[in-house]
């Protein structure tokens, strides 16, 4: 056997085969695998199937029940409400935000928060924050109405109200996600971002203001009157909700709020708070019902003030006295007494049938139809001009004088009629403010025997203190009578100012009549004999008139206390302010005008002068003579 080297190749044995070369991969057939996916296809789409046909036929309507809870809803977008302001542009009705709570009373019925009484919990939680009672809400939030998805559970409520809602609200939710068995009965509790009406200076002007209430509703004054101009347009708002949230994905179409109009008026704040302190102190002094002051420009007619006592403040109104809402100032309708008297001095001078220094022999009685007239004291026989009649406010003297108005005292009746409506009486303002009165003035064919000779001296007639405010301002304007304004105009949402309309004028007397009783007005304030010596201004002219009116009582109808009053204007040469003051059945102290009404037209007179920077005008007072020597 031959020995094997290195690199020699083994020997081959005999009969063994060379290896074979490896053939071509062959594949399994397809078929089986597509059957296999083919089957999965078809049992997932099985699954669809069935799924489909369970939810639209055999479980239609539990899902359409889910499906009512994910659905577009609607809500009002509530307009910003104008301010209200003074001359100056001071605030005196504003509006701050507020939130209105809701509630969709869906979600608190057992299937949703799988518990039976989550209404009364719900109720439980909100009734202290709210201040409502819990049956209340309960019934709110239970209503019979099962598909009922909205309700109001509290109107213009605080931010802060909503905030504690708000917190309570997602710490129930915390404490539903970690435990499952408590849900979260305030899940379906919602805000409505609203405004709230606030009035910054509390009662000031409240009667001229009005209210507007926790439904957002106005409720008088100048709220009501002009509440289309204010409110402006509410908008609306559409979007898909899901449980009473807001799915943001969904789309919500919007129509904008339009803000209202704000509206400035004409009264002055600082004239209007010295104007209601006056009246308030000398009400609560005299134990009086009521009082009420107007201050008006002379030349323009507008109010710079209007002050009621008692008032209220328009904030809450859960202690105001419900007599004393309103605007008494227009409202009240009551005899004026002998601030009524320069209407019938102006007509017996417009009409030549005498003048100031005309004599009048005064009788301490006079006996005329069915009554025995005097005058508000017992006296001799007074010697009086006609100067001496106004100043002494004598009402014997001013039956007299008017009785020269006509041939016959019916002739004289038609007359002083005619000039009592052209000062205004018996007919609105032009304010146009709601609740005002016209007062009562009886054509003079209706007059009475007795009121034929009282209506001359302010009695048997009524008007209201705008009207009798408006009667001094017409002399002191030289006879025209400017209808009163209230309102300056309006700014609207552009910031554009619109000015109110000019008032209507129209002449009652000639300016010669006018000067001549402004003279004469003079007498009562600055003659030792006059009336009025309490509303003397030191360094100023003053025209005024006091009045002291039988009272016929609101309750009765009858003659029950007095009206107590003062009339005037300043500087009587030169006039730019009237101021009208009456109390009505002052019970404590002095019921006279003069003495009660006189230190508040005092009061006042001297603050508006000094607020709108009026000079006196450095001239004498004309003295013309109350009296005469037989």
Not at 32 to 51: E, I, K, Q
Not at 300 to 306: D, H, K, R, V, Y
Not at 573 to 596: E, H, L, M, W
Request: with cysteine.
């Amino acid at each position: 056997m031959a020995r094997l080297g290195p690199g020699a190749r083994p020997a081959r044995r005999p009969g063994q085969a060379r290896p074979a070369a490896p053939g071509p991969l062959r594949l399994g057939s397809p078929r089986p695998r597509l059957r296999l996916v083919g089957l999965a296809l078809t049992l997932v789409l099985a699954a669809f199937v069935v799924r489909l046909f369970q939810v639209q036929a055999v479980d239609a309507s539990t899902y359409a029940a889910k499906a009512e809870q994910n659905r577009y809803v609607g809500q009002v977008l509530a307009a910003d409400r104008g301010e209200i302001t003074d001359r100056s542009g001071v605030a005196l009705a504003t509006s701050e935000d507020a939130y209105d709570i809701t509630a969709d009373p869906t979600m608190f019925a057992p299937k949703m928060l799988k518990i039976g009484d989550g209404p009364e919990r719900a109720a439980a939680l909100l009734a202290p924050i709210l201040g409502q009672e819990q049956e209340d809400l309960v019934e709110k939030l239970r209503p019979k109405n099962k598909a009922l998805r909205y309700v109001k559970l509290a109107s213009r409520q605080t931010p802060q109200v909503w905030k504690q809602i708000k917190d309570l609200k997602s710490a129930l939710a915390k404490k539903a996600e970690t435990d499952k068995s408590t849900p979260n009965v305030l899940s379906g509790v919602f805000s409505v971002a609203t405004s709230k009406r606030v009035y910054p200076a509390g009662d000031l002007a409240a009667g001229i203001l009005g209210w507007v209430n926790g439904e957002g509703k106005p409720g008088g004054g100048i709220e009501l009157q002009l509440n289309k101009q204010l409110a402006g347009k509410d908008g609306k708002i559409r979007y898909a909700q899901s449980g009473g949230r807001l799915v943001p994905t969904a789309g919500s179409t919007e129509t904008p709020a339009v803000p209202g109009s704000d509206v400035e008026l004409t009264i002055d704040r600082d004239i209007q708070w010295a104007a209601q302190k006056a009246i308030s102190d000398q009400v609560k002094e005299s134990a009086a019902d009521r009082g009420y002051v107007i201050v008006q420009d002379t030349r323009t007619g507008q109010i710079l003030a209007m002050a009621n006592s008692p008032g209220f403040d328009p904030n809450d109104l859960s202690d105001a006295d419900p007599a004393a809402l309103g605007n008494a100032a227009l409202q009240d309708a009551f005899e004026p007494g002998s601030t009524a008297k320069v209407m019938s001095m102006a007509a017996v001078l417009q009409q030549n049938a005498a003048t100031p220094g005309t004599h009048v022999v005064v009788p301490n009685r006079l006996h005329r139809g069915d009554r025995l007239f005097k005058d508000d004291i017992d006296h001799p026989t007074w010697y009086l001009t006609l100067n001496g009649v106004l100043a002494k406010s004598s009402n014997i003297g001013t039956i007299l004088a008017t009785g020269q108005l006509g041939k016959t005292q019916a002739q004289a009746n038609k007359v002083l009629y005619d000039y009592l409506r052209k000062f205004g009486l018996g007919s609105y303002t032009g304010l146009g403010f709601p609740g005002e009165t016209k007062g009562i003035l009886a054509p003079p064919d209706k007059w009475s025997t007795s009121q034929q000779y009282t209506i001359p001296f302010g009695q048997g007639v009524s008007i209201n203190a705008m009207q009798a405010a408006s009667v001094y301002s017409t002399i002191a304007n030289g006879g025209v009578r400017v209808e009163p304004t209230l309102v300056r105009g309006t700014k609207g949402p552009d910031g554009r100012f619109t000015p109110a309309p000019k008032p209507a004028k129209h002449r009652v007397v000639d300016a010669k009549t006018a000067k001549t009783l402004a003279r004469m007005l003079e007498s009562v304030v600055d003659d030792e004999e006059g009336t009025g010596t309490k509303a003397r201004i030191p360094g100023y002219r003053v025209a005024g008139k006091t009045g002291t009116a039988n009272r016929v009582d609101p309750a009765t109808g009858k003659y029950k206390g007095y009206t107590s009053s003062f009339a005037g204007f300043a500087p009587a040469d030169k006039p730019r302010v009237t101021v009208y003051c009456a109390i009505q059945n002052a019970t404590q102290g002095s019921y006279f005008g003069g003495q009660i009404c006189g230190p508040v037209y005092k009061k006042v007179m001297e603050f508006a002068l000094k607020s709108l920077q009026v000079p006196p005008t450095g001239a004498q007072p004309a003295r013309m003579p109350v009296s005469f020597k037989p």
